[in-house]
């Protein structure tokens, strides 16, 4: 199977293991670009892995380990 070239927020959500009010809120504040498709908002996955990759890095003194 090919893999999309679009996602549902559904789909963004399961790909990058980021909830829903995360992926919206990225999209409100201009930081992870959608389009609309008739009712139906999209991500492109290149705009999705752009976003990912501009996340910070998590640094070794903010991990906690139990």
Do not use: F
Not at 15 to 29: E, F, H, Q, V, W
Not at 30 to 54: F, P, Q, Y
Not at 60 to 66: E, G
């Amino acid at each position: 199977m090919q893999t999309p070239m679009a996602l549902k927020i559904s789909e963004a959500c399961s790909a990058s293991r980021i909830g829903r009010t995360r992926i919206y809120d990225a999209i409100k504040r201009g930081e992870l670009r959608a389009k609309k498709h008739g009712k139906s908002t999209i991500v492109l996955r290149d705009d999705l892995l752009e976003w990912l990759n501009a996340l910070p890095a998590v640094s070794p003194k903010t991990i906690h380990t139990k």
